[in-house]
C-alpha cells in the first residue's frame, strides 16, 4: 500500500506543475525521455569525460537539462504550427513531412547553439568546432524523428479522443431530446383538457364524442411515431394539423383561429416532424384568447419558406417556459445541421420563418 502511495503523490505533485503549452500525454513523455536523451546528448558533446568527471557530470548535467528544455520547447511550437497548418486527418503524411523538415532545420541550428553554449561553461571541457558538429547532427537526425513521430501520434490520439467524446455527448444529448420530446408529446396537460372536453361532450353528444376520441388516438399516434423520423413533408403535417385543429377547436371554440394557405408546389417541401403543433402550442401558451378578440394563427409559404404567425396579445400574468415551444424547434434543426428558424416580432404579431427542405 506504501508504494502505490508515494506513485500517486509523485503523479500529482509531477502534474501540478506541469506547463500549460504541454498536454498531459506530452508533458510525461518528456519527463520520461530526460533519463535517455540526456546522458546520450551529454555523450556526444563532452564524450567520456562526462561520466568520468564529478565536475564535468555536474555542470553538465545542469546545462544539459536547460537545453533539453529549450530544445523540447521550441520543438513543440514548430511541430504545432505545422498542425494548424494541417489539421485534418487527410493531411496526415504532409503534416509528417513538414514536421520533419522543419524540426530538422531547428534541430540543425539548435546543435551549433548548444556546442557554442557548452564551449562557454567551465567545467565542461568543451571546445567549440565544427568537425564536433558532426556526432550531435547524427544524434539529432535520430531524435528528432522520434521527436516529430511521438507528437504526431499524440495529436491523432487527441483527435480520436475529441471525436469519441463528442460522439459519446452528442449520443446523450440525443437520448435526452428524445426523452424531453416523448415527455413534451405525451402532454399531460392536453391529455386531461382533451378528457375533459370528452366527458363534457358525452352527454351533450355522443357521436362527436366518438369522433374526438378517434381524432385523439390519432393526434397521439402521429405524436409517437414521429420519434422516428428526421424530417417529413409538409402535407404530412398539414394533415396532421388539421385534425389536431378539430381538437383545439372543441376547447376554444371561435376563440382560436387556424388559417393555412399553403401553395400546393411547397407541399412536398421536409421539416422537423411536430414543428408546426410545438408553435401553436407555443403562440396559444404565452396570448391570450377570447371570442371577441380570437388569436388568430396563420401558416402560409413564402417562396421555400413556411411563415407562422400569431396576433400579438400577451397574457398579463406570467407563463412559466417548459421544455417545448421556439427553443426545442430551433434545436431539432440545429441538431440536423440545417438553416435555422428565424423569429420575429413586431407590434402586432409574432413571426417564425421556416426553411422549407429537400428530403435529407
Known amino acids: 500500500m506504501i508504494l502505490p502511495s508515494l506513485l500517486h503523490r509523485f503523479a500529482r505533485f509531477v502534474e501540478r506543475y506541469r506547463p500549460a503549452l504541454f498536454s498531459r500525454i506530452e508533458w510525461w513523455f518528456h519527463l520520461a525521455s530526460m533519463p535517455v536523451m540526456l546522458p546520450i546528448g551529454a555523450y556526444f558533446i563532452m564524450g567520456e569525460r562526462y561520466f568520468l568527471d564529478p565536475i564535468t557530470f555536474t555542470v553538465g548535467t545542469i546545462v544539459n537539462v536547460f537545453v533539453y528544455w529549450y530544445t523540447v520547447l521550441l520543438f513543440t511550437l514548430a511541430v504545432r504550427w505545422v498542425i494548424r497548418q494541417f489539421p485534418l486527418i487527410q493531411h496526415a503524411g504532409i503534416r509528417l513531412v513538414s514536421m520533419l523538415l522543419l524540426v530538422g532545420l531547428i534541430m540543425a541550428a539548435t546543435a551549433v547553439l548548444d556546442l557554442w553554449l557548452f564551449s562557454l561553461v567551465p567545467g565542461t571541457g568543451v571546445r567549440f568546432s565544427w568537425d564536433a558538429l558532426?556526432?550531435?547532427?547524427?544524434?539529432?537526425?535520430?531524435?528528432?524523428?522520434?521527436?516529430?513521430l511521438a507528437l504526431g501520434m499524440f495529436y491523432v490520439y487527441s483527435q480520436w479522443h475529441d471525436r469519441q467524446t463528442e460522439n459519446e455527448q452528442l449520443k446523450r444529448e440525443a437520448i435526452q431530446q428524445q426523452y424531453d420530446?416523448?415527455?413534451?408529446?405525451?402532454?399531460?396537460?392536453?391529455?386531461?383538457n382533451s378528457l375533459n372536453s370528452v366527458s363534457s361532450l358525452i352527454g351533450e353528444d355522443t357521436a362527436q364524442a366518438e369522433r374526438f376520441v378517434d381524432q385523439l388516438s390519432m393526434v397521439y399516434r402521429?405524436?409517437?411515431?414521429?420519434?422516428?423520423?428526421a424530417l417529413v413533408p409538409l402535407e404530412e403535417e398539414l394533415n396532421f394539423l388539421e385534425i389536431y385543429a378539430d381538437l383545439l377547436g372543441v376547447r376554444y371554440g371561435s376563440s382560436l383561429r387556424l388559417m393555412p394557405c399553403i401553395s400546393p408546389d411547397c407541399r412536398q417541401?421536409?421539416?422537423?416532424?411536430?414543428?408546426?403543433?410545438?408553435?401553436?402550442?407555443?403562440?396559444?401558451?404565452?396570448?391570450?384568447?377570447t371570442p371577441v378578440r380570437p388569436?388568430?394563427?396563420d401558416i402560409k409559404t413564402q417562396a421555400d419558406r413556411l411563415l407562422i404567425s400569431n396576433t400579438l396579445q400577451r397574457k398579463t400574468i406570467r407563463v412559466a417556459s417548459g421544455s417545448a415551444g421556439l427553443s426545442t424547434v430551433i434545436l431539432n434543426y440545429r441538431r440536423l445541421n440545417l438553416p435555422e428558424p428565424i423569429a420575429e416580432e413586431t407590434s402586432t404579431q409574432f413571426i417564425v420563418s421556416l426553411p422549407l427542405l429537400t428530403e435529407l
Open 295 to 297: 388569436l388568430i394563427i
Open 181 to 192: 420530446a416523448l415527455k413534451d408529446r405525451v402532454n399531460p396537460h392536453f391529455l386531461f
Open 134 to 148: 558532426v556526432p550531435l547532427w547524427l544524434f539529432g537526425s535520430v531524435a528528432s524523428p522520434i521527436f516529430c
Open 269 to 289: 417541401g421536409q421539416l422537423p416532424p411536430l414543428t408546426l403543433q410545438t408553435l401553436i402550442d407555443n403562440a396559444i401558451k404565452y396570448n391570450s384568447m
Open 222 to 229: 402521429y405524436m409517437l411515431r414521429a420519434n422516428t423520423q
